[in-house]
């Protein structure tokens, strides 16, 4: 039967006691990531078990221009922080008013042009799709989708001749201006 030196034997036993240790913390850590990710389960589906809480953002009188009466449709626009909250307010006509939702300040009001313009076609129903997308059912059975989109008013700082070239540092290279 073959010795079995000393130094290679206390080297396997440390071998296998660092082995045993890394196994070790692998479990513990696995073990430790599934109670995490039922800890975050629990936290994102406890809310669903409370009662709902509606928190009033505004609260406005109609201006007397806009009739109660002939308003088929209301979408509201959120600006990031809350501070900037404008109503659509969509008419029987085809027109839509947007106002301010804080003050109750007519901003703009704008009709939609249409192809078929039959004075006796009224819209019905208009539907936020959410993003300024309106879906608008007309009377005579039409249906149209439309996109609010805001004018933004270019202001220049400094003048870029035409035909220009100039270096981004955004994009890495050359971009006409």
């Known amino acids: 039967m073959p010795k079995i030196n000393a130094s290679s ?49 505004s609260n406005v009188q109609l201006p007397p ?8 449709g209301l979408g509201i626009d959120m600006g990031m922080n809350q501070a900037d909250v404008t109503a659509f307010l969509w008419m029987d006509d085809g027109t839509v008013s947007m ?8 901003k703009t009001q704008e009709h939609l042009k249409r192809s078929k313009a039959d004075p006796r076609n009224k819209l019905r129903r208009a539907e936020s799709l959410g993003n300024g997308k309106y879906s608008l059912i007309w009377s005579n059975g039409d249906a149209t989708l439309v996109e609010i989109v805001a004018k933004v008013r270019e ?23």
């Open 65 to 72: 221009t806009i009739p109660s009466n002939k308003i088929v």
């Open 99 to 106: 106002l301010d939702a804080r003050t109750g300040d007519v």
């Open 155 to 177: 202001k220049k700082i400094f003048p870029i001749p035409r035909n220009k070239m100039f270096a981004s540092p955004m994009c890495g290279g050359l971009s006409p201006a």
């Open 9 to 57: 034997s206390r080297n396997a036993r440390r071998c296998d006691k660092i082995a045993r240790w890394i196994i070790t913390l692998g479990g513990v850590t696995v073990i430790a990531g599934v109670i995490a990710i039922l800890a975050m389960i629990v936290g994102v589906t406890l809310p669903l078990f409370r009662s709902p809480e509606a928190v009033s953002i």
